[in-house]
């Protein structure tokens, strides 16, 4: 009886310290103040967390909020700066847009064709993959596909994360609530 006491005790040990490990993400202790108090003040001014006491008023009132793909500011970017071109896959679980042949004009034998990977979801240079083909028709069935690189892939880049810092600029201003300090009443 005892022994099977401990070793429930042991076994429950060891898995909570498996649970409580760090997943392994590297956060920058400059920009959280030390202080419980203000970091509660920080998340909550900034949606990051919630008081259940919010929640609770809230329960029996419909569903809830479904943000996907729209709560993606690179996402949501890279869609509004490529919006003239056509899509064939636009993917967001596999982090993948790509657009149909585009040309400007019906009767050009030039066309391009974009592929955006997305590689993270955090607004840096490096979060998309970006590449463009272009294709170049002689007649219907004799037509060569290269891939370029250059300048239209670094402003195509540019324009995204610029929009993306945008987005999710506005975003914090949405989510942004002034703590208050909820005393309980004695």
């Known amino acids: 009886m005892k022994i099977n006491y401990l070793l429930k005790c042991t076994l429950i040990f060891i ?34 967390g ?10 029996g009132k419909g569903g809830g909020d479904f943000d996907f793909a729209s709560s993606n500011e690179l996402w949501r970017a890279s869609l509004d700066v490529i919006d003239f071109m056509p899509l064939a896959t636009a993917n967001y679980s596999g982090g993948i847009i790509v657009t149909d042949w585009y040309s400007d004009d019906f009767n050009s ?12 979801n955090e607004i840096r240079s490096d979060a998309i993959d970006l590449k463009i083909f272009y294709k170049i028709c002689k007649s219907v069935n004799n037509c060569s596909v290269t891939e370029k690189t250059g300048q239209l892939v670094n402003e195509l880049k540019k324009e995204i994360l610029k929009q993306a810092a945008i987005y999710e600029k506005s975003s914090k201003d949405k989510n942004f609530k002034p703590y208050k300090v909820i005393t309980p009443k004695e």
Do not use: M, Y
């Open 50 to 59: 919630f008081r259940l006491s919010t929640k609770l008023k809230g329960i």
């Open 109 to 120: 034998n030039e066309s391009l064709k974009i592929t955006i990977r997305f590689l993270t």
């Open 15 to 48: 898995i909570s310290i498996f649970l409580l490990n760090s997943c392994g993400k590297q956060v920058d202790a400059k920009k959280f103040p030390p202080d419980p108090k203000e970091r509660v003040k920080k998340n909550l001014e900034e949606g990051k």
